[in-house]
Protein backbone atom coordinates (compact mmCIF):
# COMPACT_ATOMS: atom_id res chain seq x y z
CA UNK A 1 0.00 0.00 0.00
CA UNK A 2 1.17 3.15 -0.75
CA UNK A 3 0.90 5.57 2.25
CA UNK A 4 -0.60 8.83 1.87
CA UNK A 5 -0.18 11.94 4.55
CA UNK A 6 -3.41 14.86 3.96
CA UNK A 7 -2.33 18.28 4.83
CA UNK A 8 -4.95 21.09 4.78
CA UNK A 9 -6.43 23.61 6.91
CA UNK A 10 -10.04 22.89 6.25
CA UNK A 11 -11.17 19.83 8.26
CA UNK A 12 -13.80 19.48 5.91
CA UNK A 13 -11.97 19.21 2.55
CA UNK A 14 -9.19 16.88 4.66
CA UNK A 15 -12.07 14.72 5.23
CA UNK A 16 -13.46 15.02 1.60
CA UNK A 17 -9.44 14.54 0.28
CA UNK A 18 -8.87 11.54 2.19
CA UNK A 19 -11.96 9.81 1.03
CA UNK A 20 -10.81 9.87 -2.87
CA UNK A 21 -7.91 8.74 -1.45
CA UNK A 22 -9.31 6.22 -0.19
CA UNK A 23 -11.27 4.46 -3.05
CA UNK A 24 -8.09 4.63 -5.43
CA UNK A 25 -6.66 1.08 -5.28
CA UNK A 26 -3.28 0.37 -3.64
CA UNK A 27 -3.47 3.91 -1.45
CA UNK A 28 -4.29 4.32 2.35
CA UNK A 29 -4.46 7.49 4.54
CA UNK A 30 -2.48 7.04 8.03
CA UNK A 31 -2.30 10.77 8.62
CA UNK A 32 -3.93 14.26 8.09
CA UNK A 33 -2.61 17.82 9.73
CA UNK A 34 -3.97 20.88 9.25
CA UNK A 35 -0.89 23.22 9.92
CA UNK A 36 2.57 23.33 8.52
CA UNK A 37 4.23 22.31 11.54
CA UNK A 38 1.73 19.28 12.30
CA UNK A 39 2.89 18.21 8.69
CA UNK A 40 6.59 18.66 9.08
CA UNK A 41 6.19 16.45 12.21
CA UNK A 42 3.52 14.39 10.81
CA UNK A 43 6.14 12.99 7.87
CA UNK A 44 8.52 12.90 10.33
CA UNK A 45 6.67 9.95 12.37
CA UNK A 46 4.64 8.46 9.82
CA UNK A 47 6.83 8.10 6.94
CA UNK A 48 4.70 8.72 4.32
CA UNK A 49 5.13 7.72 0.63
CA UNK A 50 3.16 10.75 -0.26
CA UNK A 51 1.82 14.37 0.66
CA UNK A 52 -0.88 15.96 -0.66
CA UNK A 53 0.15 19.03 0.37
CA UNK A 54 -2.43 22.51 0.56
CA UNK A 55 -0.77 25.68 -0.24
CA UNK A 56 -2.49 27.98 2.21
CA UNK A 57 -2.03 27.06 5.77
CA UNK A 58 -2.28 28.74 9.44
CA UNK A 59 1.13 29.17 10.51
CA UNK A 60 3.66 28.75 7.84
CA UNK A 61 2.75 28.21 3.85
CA UNK A 62 3.02 25.24 1.87
CA UNK A 63 6.28 26.39 -0.36
CA UNK A 64 7.59 26.50 3.19
CA UNK A 65 6.48 23.12 4.12
CA UNK A 66 7.69 21.59 0.94
CA UNK A 67 11.28 22.88 0.86
CA UNK A 68 11.53 21.23 4.84
CA UNK A 69 10.38 18.20 3.57
CA UNK A 70 12.93 18.39 1.01
CA UNK A 71 15.41 19.23 3.47
CA UNK A 72 14.98 16.22 6.08
CA UNK A 73 17.07 13.09 5.87
CA UNK A 74 14.62 11.51 8.16
CA UNK A 75 11.75 11.34 5.46
CA UNK A 76 11.66 12.55 1.85
CA UNK A 77 7.96 12.11 0.49
CA UNK A 78 6.30 12.85 -2.85
CA UNK A 79 4.44 15.58 -3.29
CA UNK A 80 1.12 16.71 -4.77
CA UNK A 81 0.14 20.22 -4.26
CA UNK A 82 -3.63 20.44 -3.63
CA UNK A 83 -4.62 24.40 -3.48
CA UNK A 84 -6.69 27.57 -4.96
CA UNK A 85 -3.34 29.67 -5.59
CA UNK A 86 -3.47 29.97 -9.54
CA UNK A 87 -0.41 32.50 -9.64
CA UNK A 88 2.70 31.59 -11.45
CA UNK A 89 5.10 32.13 -8.85
CA UNK A 90 3.37 29.38 -6.46
CA UNK A 91 3.68 27.00 -9.38
CA UNK A 92 6.93 27.52 -10.22
CA UNK A 93 7.91 27.28 -6.71
CA UNK A 94 6.13 24.18 -6.40
CA UNK A 95 7.61 22.51 -9.62
CA UNK A 96 11.40 23.69 -8.44
CA UNK A 97 10.44 22.47 -5.36
CA UNK A 98 9.58 18.65 -6.92
CA UNK A 99 6.41 18.68 -6.69
CA UNK A 100 5.20 15.86 -9.00
CA UNK A 101 1.55 17.20 -9.99
CA UNK A 102 -0.37 20.56 -8.71
CA UNK A 103 -3.99 20.34 -8.58
CA UNK A 104 -5.93 23.43 -8.53
CA UNK A 105 -8.92 23.51 -5.90
CA UNK A 106 -11.75 22.64 -6.41
CA UNK A 107 -10.90 19.45 -8.71
CA UNK A 108 -13.28 16.07 -8.93
CA UNK A 109 -12.30 12.57 -7.77
CA UNK A 110 -11.36 11.74 -11.17
CA UNK A 111 -9.00 14.70 -11.50
CA UNK A 112 -7.04 13.12 -8.22
CA UNK A 113 -7.49 9.20 -8.75
CA UNK A 114 -5.47 10.25 -12.07
CA UNK A 115 -3.17 11.87 -10.48
CA UNK A 116 -2.62 9.16 -8.18
CA UNK A 117 -2.66 6.21 -10.71
CA UNK A 118 -0.11 8.29 -12.62
CA UNK A 119 2.13 7.70 -8.90
CA UNK A 120 1.06 4.30 -8.76
CA UNK A 121 2.72 3.59 -11.88
CA UNK A 122 6.08 6.19 -11.16
CA UNK A 123 6.30 3.88 -7.26
CA UNK A 124 5.76 0.51 -8.99
CA UNK A 125 8.31 0.83 -11.89
CA UNK A 126 10.74 2.33 -9.44
CA UNK A 127 10.90 -0.62 -7.33
CA UNK A 128 11.19 -2.86 -10.29
CA UNK A 129 14.35 -1.95 -10.96
CA UNK A 130 17.82 -2.90 -9.31
CA UNK A 131 18.44 -0.86 -6.37
CA UNK A 132 22.41 -2.17 -6.59
CA UNK A 133 22.64 -1.19 -10.49
CA UNK A 134 23.38 1.52 -12.76
CA UNK A 135 20.07 2.76 -14.27
CA UNK A 136 19.78 2.15 -18.17
CA UNK A 137 18.24 5.03 -20.08
CA UNK A 138 15.48 3.06 -21.02
CA UNK A 139 14.66 2.67 -16.91
CA UNK A 140 15.12 6.27 -16.94
CA UNK A 141 12.86 6.80 -20.08
CA UNK A 142 10.27 4.84 -18.08
CA UNK A 143 10.76 6.84 -15.46
CA UNK A 144 10.25 10.11 -16.99
CA UNK A 145 7.75 8.97 -19.39
CA UNK A 146 5.63 7.74 -16.36
CA UNK A 147 5.74 11.17 -13.94
CA UNK A 148 4.41 13.14 -17.28
CA UNK A 149 2.07 11.49 -19.12
CA UNK A 150 -1.46 12.26 -18.43
CA UNK A 151 -3.69 9.44 -17.71
CA UNK A 152 -6.86 12.31 -18.89
CA UNK A 153 -8.23 10.64 -22.34
CA UNK A 154 -7.86 12.65 -25.27
CA UNK A 155 -10.55 14.35 -27.07
CA UNK A 156 -13.83 12.17 -28.24
CA UNK A 157 -12.58 9.60 -25.30
CA UNK A 158 -14.99 9.59 -22.39
CA UNK A 159 -13.71 9.02 -18.97
CA UNK A 160 -16.73 6.55 -18.27
CA UNK A 161 -16.17 4.15 -21.07
CA UNK A 162 -12.14 4.73 -20.56
CA UNK A 163 -12.99 3.37 -16.82
CA UNK A 164 -15.44 0.43 -18.35
CA UNK A 165 -12.23 -0.39 -20.79
CA UNK A 166 -9.38 -0.11 -17.81
CA UNK A 167 -11.76 -2.92 -15.71
CA UNK A 168 -12.00 -5.23 -18.20
CA UNK A 169 -8.23 -5.30 -19.58
CA UNK A 170 -7.64 -5.40 -15.42
CA UNK A 171 -9.59 -8.48 -14.87
CA UNK A 172 -7.97 -10.04 -17.72
CA UNK A 173 -4.29 -9.32 -17.25
CA UNK A 174 -4.66 -9.98 -13.23
CA UNK A 175 -5.49 -13.70 -14.76
CA UNK A 176 -2.40 -13.73 -16.74
CA UNK A 177 -4.07 -13.20 -20.23
CA UNK A 178 -4.18 -10.43 -22.52
CA UNK A 179 -6.78 -8.41 -24.74
CA UNK A 180 -7.63 -8.21 -28.28
CA UNK A 181 -9.13 -4.62 -29.73
CA UNK A 182 -11.61 -7.42 -30.60
CA UNK A 183 -12.88 -8.84 -27.51
CA UNK A 184 -12.49 -6.02 -25.53
CA UNK A 185 -15.24 -4.39 -28.33
CA UNK A 186 -17.10 -8.02 -27.45
CA UNK A 187 -16.69 -7.53 -24.03
CA UNK A 188 -17.49 -3.69 -23.55
CA UNK A 189 -20.43 -3.50 -26.33
CA UNK A 190 -18.77 -0.61 -28.06
CA UNK A 191 -17.47 -0.68 -31.61
CA UNK A 192 -13.81 -2.29 -32.16
CA UNK A 193 -12.29 0.84 -33.79
CA UNK A 194 -13.40 2.65 -30.58
CA UNK A 195 -11.98 -0.03 -28.42
CA UNK A 196 -8.66 -0.01 -29.98
CA UNK A 197 -8.33 4.20 -29.38
CA UNK A 198 -9.14 3.42 -25.62
CA UNK A 199 -6.93 0.39 -25.48
CA UNK A 200 -3.97 2.45 -27.91
CA UNK A 201 -4.56 5.78 -24.92
CA UNK A 202 -3.84 3.32 -22.41
CA UNK A 203 -0.43 2.54 -24.02
CA UNK A 204 0.96 6.18 -24.93
CA UNK A 205 -0.11 6.75 -21.06
CA UNK A 206 2.05 3.93 -20.03
CA UNK A 207 -0.39 1.72 -18.00
CA UNK A 208 -1.06 -0.77 -20.51
CA UNK A 209 1.61 -2.68 -22.99
CA UNK A 210 0.93 -4.16 -26.41
CA UNK A 211 2.78 -7.12 -28.07
CA UNK A 212 2.15 -8.27 -31.83
CA UNK A 213 0.74 -12.11 -31.99
CA UNK A 214 1.50 -13.40 -35.58
CA UNK A 215 -0.57 -15.82 -37.37
CA UNK A 216 -0.64 -17.88 -40.29
CA UNK A 217 -1.98 -14.88 -42.46
CA UNK A 218 -2.56 -11.47 -42.40
CA UNK A 219 -1.40 -8.70 -39.87
CA UNK A 220 -0.09 -9.38 -37.26
CA UNK A 221 -2.95 -9.33 -33.78
CA UNK A 222 -2.19 -6.27 -31.06
CA UNK A 223 -2.60 -8.02 -27.78
CA UNK A 224 -2.94 -5.72 -24.55
CA UNK A 225 -1.95 -5.91 -21.00
CA UNK A 226 -2.43 -3.91 -17.78
CA UNK A 227 1.16 -2.91 -16.31
Do not use: N
Amino acid sequence: MIRVLVVDDDFMVAKVHSGYVSRVDGFEVVGVAHTGADAVVAADELRPDLVLLDIYLPDIDGMSVLRQLRGRPSADPDVIVITAARDLDTVRGAIHGGALHYLIKPFSYEALRERLESFRSLHRTLADLPGDAPAAQQDVDRLFGTRTRSATPPKGLSSETARVVEDILRERSAGGGDLSATECAEATEISRVSARKYLEHFVESGRAEVRLRYGGTGRPERRYRWV
